[in-house]
């Protein structure tokens, strides 16, 4: 069984930063691909960021303001968030499909809440 645990979400005035973490535990061989979604109040889960070994895929209302990376060792994908704005207020998901020595699951954490203050 694999997990997804996260942390990082809160509240934060506009033009401000913060860091998402999300770590992957239990019977992993490897996160194949590891990201970020968002759901703000009455809308659809977006796609934020994801990151393979092929490269960063990320959408542009958050292109040149949202970094993220991962750390293979650790099965861990970080969101570092700057320059933050009303807009980006929603619960923020980690997502991940990771082979485990019998099958490749997609697992979804449980999310962190993002608020920005204008």
């Known amino acids: 069984q694999v997990q997804l645990v996260e942390s990082g979400g809160g509240l934060v005035q506009a033009g401000g930063s913060l860091r998402l973490s999300c770590a992957a535990s239990?019977?992993?061989?490897?996160?194949?691909?590891m990201g970020w979604y968002r759901q703000a109040p009455g809308k659809q889960r977006e796609l934020v960021a994801r990151i393979t070994s092929g490269g960063i895929t990320d959408t542009d209302s958050v292109k040149g303001r949202f970094t993220i990376s991962r750390d293979n060792a650790k099965n861990t994908v970080y969101l570092q968030m700057d320059r933050l704005k009303p807009a980006d207020t929603a619960v923020y998901y980690c997502?991940?499909?990771?082979?485990?020595?019998?099958?490749?699951?997609?697992?979804w954490g449980q999310g962190t809440l993002v608020t920005v203050s204008s």
């Open positions: 239990g019977s992993i061989f490897s996160s194949i691909v």
């Open positions: 997502n991940a499909f990771i082979a485990t020595p019998l099958t490749r699951v997609e697992v």
